[in-house]
């Protein structure tokens, strides 16, 4: 499933196979059309109109189907601001590049304000392991007093 | 992996050498490569990639251009498409009747070849469009890269502060609940 662009240029591309092979093909498959008074050799069978009529609706189907795909497609495009046309070089910044600007520093808040937490996070952890240290040592102090009296 | 069999090599194609002699185990992977500022070989031809102008104009590339504002993109690819269309019909209108007209407008080409010619300028413009809205795109899909790593970033930090409090008030129940026994203790040994 890629992007609406990608698509928009595959039925694009699509559309401009169809048109070459409905050439192609009914050329091809065409029946031969008689010259001005000149004497044929031979009737034409009448079945082979049958796969040509065939051929230039089913071809017609396809255009008409590609096209109506394209404009759908179209129609799904998101509408783009005249201001983000920077195609001449313009000293004023466009909506898209002050949105971007301001999500980057944004962007930086955040990530000082998660940077911060963190340093508070490891100054708690630092702090609770050394007061499960020096409790595990006054208990382990405590034991061995304990057994010592008992001796 | 190929130390033991020495012939055989993994699926994977090896990354590049002057990465690989870069990094060491002391060393971090090293900065990736600044852009590239100035022309660059791409397949075997030489592209100098202007910032301002992203895409190559169609006067940079001697082509004409058909649609006429270039701000109502929607508008002009459609206007693009039903030209694509009638242009067609005028091409198999003039392939089924006339054998090798000359065009009136240039006498070097049959009426014919100037139709075709006509068609592969409308696909052009089409396809030229569709590329001018690429830059847009990759604006868009930047922004919401950025904003989604804001707010990856801040619910982080968010629900880590939270826990930080619950600690603190684990902790801080815990001392009371130290606090009350330690009279009891003195009360004993007394």
């Known amino acids: 499933m890629s992007d609406r662009l990608t698509q928009l240029q595959d039925v694009v591309n699509q559309l401009a196979d169809h048109l070459c092979n409905a050439t192609g093909v009914l050329q091809n498959t065409a029946r031969p059309s008689p010259f001005l008074n000149f004497d044929r050799s031979g009737l034409p069978e009448r ?105 | 992996m190929g130390d033991q069999a020495p012939v055989l090599s993994s699926a994977f194609p090896l990354p590049p050498m002057a990465y690989i002699e870069r990094f060491s185990d002391e060393t971090k992977a090293p900065k990736p490569p600044a852009p590239i500022v100035g022309p660059f070989e791409l397949f075997g031809a030489y592209v100098n990639l202007n910032e301002q102008d992203p895409i190559p104009t169609l006067e940079s590339q001697n082509i ?32 089924s009747k006339s054998s090798n007209v000359q065009a009136k407008d240039a006498p070097e080409l049959s009426l014919r070849e100037q139709k075709l010619a006509e068609i592969d300028l409308l696909f052009v413009n089409i396809h030229h469009l569709i590329n001018e809205l690429r830059p847009h795109q990759a604006r868009e899909t930047l922004r919401v890269i950025l904003e989604e790593q804001k707010q990856q970033r801040v619910k982080t930090s968010e629900k880590l502060y939270s826990f930080l409090n619950r600690i603190v008030d684990v902790l801080n129940s815990a001392v009371y609940s130290l606090n009350d026994l330690v009279p009891q203790l003195t009360e004993e040994q007394n």
Do not use: W
């Open chain 2, 64 to 95: 004409q251009r058909v649609y006429t504002k270039p701000d109502d993109y929607k508008g002009e690819l459609k206007k693009l498409c039903f030209s694509i269309l009638t242009n067609y019909l005028d091409l198999l209108h003039i392939v």
């Open chain 1, 47 to 151: 079945n082979q109109l049958q796969p040509e009529s065939d051929y230039s609706r089913l071809f017609s189907t396809l255009i008409t189907r590609t096209a109506t795909e394209l404009i759908a497609l179209i129609d799904s495009l998101p509408s783009v601001p005249s201001s983000t046309t920077t195609t001449t070089t313009t000293t004023m910044p466009s909506l898209q590049q002050q949105q971007l600007e301001l999500l980057e520093a944004e962007n930086h808040l955040a990530t000082k304000k998660l940077e911060e937490t963190t340093q508070l996070a490891e100054y708690l952890l630092e702090k609770v392991q050394t007061c499960l240290q020096s409790l595990s040592h006054g208990i382990l102090d405590e034991r061995k007093k304990y057994q010592d009296t008992e001796k």
